[in-house]
């Protein structure tokens, strides 16, 4: 942690799981585990909380994840970057991007990520789906992964990530020109992963290529047989038509189901953390109900529909079922958490602005955030870069503006700070003071 946030926060008497590294043991609540405990990480991509049916949205139907709510904990507050880039280094370091942001679809492997740390505790590693972090073809195994299958890591499987998908599987290209879909086959090969070594301890991080655009059709669509992906590969991902995203959410949902359910199959669930999460909101192409309300998506920016992702964690027998957490929770946080439960100490000059969410998971007394810091790099013009802190419900812009996100989570109306209250005047003064600490 940085020094000069440790004694900030010290001298402010704010020291709580804001930056806090929790260190774990392999415990939850008293129990030790026999081996440490697999962990799969599934990210979708450009995918709001407001298109998860658990999370009020009445757009689509997601009967697996409301399931998967059901037997676990359903986090309200988790907050990714705006932007996929951004979040992914974020996820991954356990680190605000302004330590580690360099430019758009870069990961610098000089980085130590959640992998390399599981790695070190003798965990099996692996990653498929999007990558789009550049590099060749050892740059995943360079970033802590023993086996990748990937869409987006070379030039060369830029192409489709739908319908005949254009893939690298540890440095070999694979090329599917028989119907395959791109979300089932990275699918398949985490259930052939888990087969394979159900009887170690494995890390798989699962960054989804669903539900971004193109919204095109899904092997469940009628629409899937007949439709022809262009000469140019992905190039069909400039159509903004929303007609089959209602498709795309529910193969997601259907393929999180299976791994689920392989979890079970292999008799290694009560062995199994899953966490499910987003890596930004959702594409600003797409409108989607929450009740009467219509919420636009907004990928891109830093509101609140473009910051506000699912987290839902499911540990068959070690989560208590039916939890609803309204703790904040940070892109940040996923690392220390992981390793937590794995029992990985961290490196002791290892930085991260993370907290570990794992005693929230298995009932053991925690410290809860008070305020998310963000560090958004931008992108063009269109997309400015900006700095904030937030609670869940005010947020203050290192420009001065301050919204009251409770009630206009849209960003419209600045507030003037004579307008707070005695208690708002000092949340955002402490705000103030946390933006100027990060440097």
């Given at each position: 942690?940085?020094?000069?946030?440790?004694?900030?926060?010290?001298?402010?008497?704010?020291?709580?799981?804001?930056?806090?590294?929790?260190?774990?043991?392999?415990?939850?609540?008293?129990?030790?585990?026999?081996?440490?405990?697999?962990?799969?990480?599934?990210?979708?991509?450009?995918l709001g909380?407001?298109?998860?049916?658990?999370?009020?949205?009445?757009?689509?139907?997601t009967?697996?994840?409301?399931?998967?709510?059901a037997?676990?904990?359903?986090?309200?507050?988790?907050?990714?970057?705006?932007?996929?880039?951004?979040?992914?280094?974020?996820?991954?370091?356990?680190?605000?991007?302004?330590?580690?942001?360099?430019?758009?679809?870069?990961?610098?492997l000089?980085?130590?990520?959640?992998?390399?740390?599981?790695?070190?505790?003798?965990?099996?590693?692996?990653?498929?789906?999007?990558?789009?972090?550049?590099?060749?073809?050892?740059?995943?195994?360079?970033?802590?992964?023993d086996?990748?299958?990937?869409?987006?890591?070379?030039?060369?499987?830029?192409?489709?990530?739908?319908?005949?998908?254009?893939?690298?599987?540890?440095?070999?290209?694979?090329k599917?020109?028989?119907?395959?879909y791109?979300?089932?086959?990275?699918?398949?090969?985490?259930?052939?992963?888990?087969?394979?070594?159900?009887?170690?301890?494995?890390?798989?991080?699962?960054?989804?290529?669903?539900?971004?655009?193109?919204?095109?059709?899904?092997?469940?669509?009628?629409?899937?047989?007949?439709?022809?992906?262009?000469?140019?590969?992905?190039s069909?991902?400039?159509?903004?038509?929303?007609?089959?995203?209602?498709?795309?959410?529910?193969?997601?949902?259907?393929?999180?189901?299976?791994?689920?359910?392989?979890?079970?199959?292999?008799?290694?669930?009560?062995?199994?953390?899953i966490?499910?999460?987003s890596?930004?909101?959702?594409?600003?192409?797409?409108?989607?109900?929450?009740?009467?309300?219509?919420?636009?998506?907004?990928?891109?920016?830093?509101?609140?529909?473009?910051i506000?992702?699912?987290?839902i964690?499911?540990?068959?027998g070690?989560?208590?079922p039916?939890?609803?957490?309204?703790?904040?929770?940070?892109?940040?946080?996923?690392?220390?958490?992981?390793?937590?439960?794995?029992?990985?100490?961290?490196?002791?000059?290892f930085?991260?602005?993370?907290?570990?969410?794992?005693?929230?998971?298995t009932?053991?007394?925690?410290?809860?955030?008070?305020?998310?810091?963000?560090?958004?790099?931008?992108k063009?013009?269109?997309?400015?870069?900006?700095?904030?802190?937030?609670?869940?419900?005010?947020?203050?812009?290192?420009?001065?503006?301050?919204y009251?996100?409770?009630?206009?989570?849209?960003e419209?109306?600045?507030?003037?700070?004579?307008?707070?209250?005695a208690?708002?005047?000092?949340?955002?003064?402490?705000?103030?003071?946390?933006?100027?600490?990060?440097?």
């Amino acid at each position: 942690m940085n020094q000069k946030i440790v004694i900030f926060l010290l001298l402010s008497g704010l020291v709580c799981s804001c930056n806090r590294v929790v260190q774990g043991q392999g415990q939850s609540a008293g129990k030790v585990y026999e081996r440490p405990p697999n962990i799969i990480l599934i990210m979708a991509d450009d995918l709001g909380h407001e298109a998860i049916h658990c999370y009020g949205g009445t757009s689509y139907q997601t009967p697996r994840i409301d399931d998967m709510a059901a037997g676990g904990v359903k986090f309200n507050h988790c907050y990714s970057q705006p932007l996929c880039t951004p979040s992914r280094l974020k996820i991954m370091t356990g680190k605000s991007n302004f330590r580690n942001y360099e430019r758009w679809g870069y990961l610098n492997l000089n980085e130590t990520t959640f992998a390399h740390i599981l790695k070190s505790q003798g965990y099996k590693t692996a990653i498929a789906g999007k990558w789009q972090l550049r590099g060749d073809a050892f740059a995943p195994y360079k970033a802590g992964f023993d086996d990748y299958l990937l869409w987006q890591l070379t030039f060369t499987s830029y192409n489709e990530r739908y319908k005949n998908p254009r893939v690298i599987r540890n440095g070999q290209l694979e090329k599917y020109d028989d119907g395959a879909y791109g979300p089932q086959v990275f699918t398949d090969y985490i259930k052939e992963y888990m087969e394979v070594n159900r009887d170690e301890p494995f890390f798989i991080y699962y960054p989804m290529v669903l539900t971004h655009r193109p919204y095109v059709p899904t092997p469940d669509s009628e629409a899937y047989e007949a439709f022809k992906v262009s000469s140019s590969g992905d190039s069909k991902k400039a159509v903004t038509d929303t007609t089959f995203f209602r498709d795309q959410v529910a193969y997601m949902d259907r393929i999180i189901g299976e791994i689920i359910d392989k979890t079970k199959e292999l008799g290694i669930d009560k062995n199994t953390l899953i966490l499910f999460t987003s890596d930004n909101g959702t594409g600003k192409e797409v409108i989607s109900k929450m009740g009467d309300e219509s919420i636009k998506g907004r990928k891109g920016y830093s509101s609140e529909f473009g910051i506000h992702v699912p987290l839902i964690a499911y540990w068959n027998g070690t989560i208590i079922p039916g939890q609803i957490n309204n703790n904040l929770i940070d892109f940040s946080d996923f690392l220390p958490t992981v390793s937590e439960a794995a029992g990985a100490a961290l490196p002791e000059d290892f930085i991260t602005d993370g907290v570990s969410f794992f005693p929230q998971l298995t009932g053991q007394d925690f410290n809860a955030r008070d305020w998310i810091f963000m560090h958004y790099p931008g992108k063009g013009d269109d997309l400015p870069m900006s700095r904030s802190v937030f609670n869940k419900k005010l947020k203050l812009y290192e420009t001065g503006e301050i919204y009251d996100i409770e009630s206009d989570p849209d960003e419209q109306n600045s507030l003037s700070e004579e307008s707070l209250s005695a208690l708002q005047k000092i949340e955002i003064e402490t705000f103030r003071k946390v933006i100027q600490s990060m440097n």
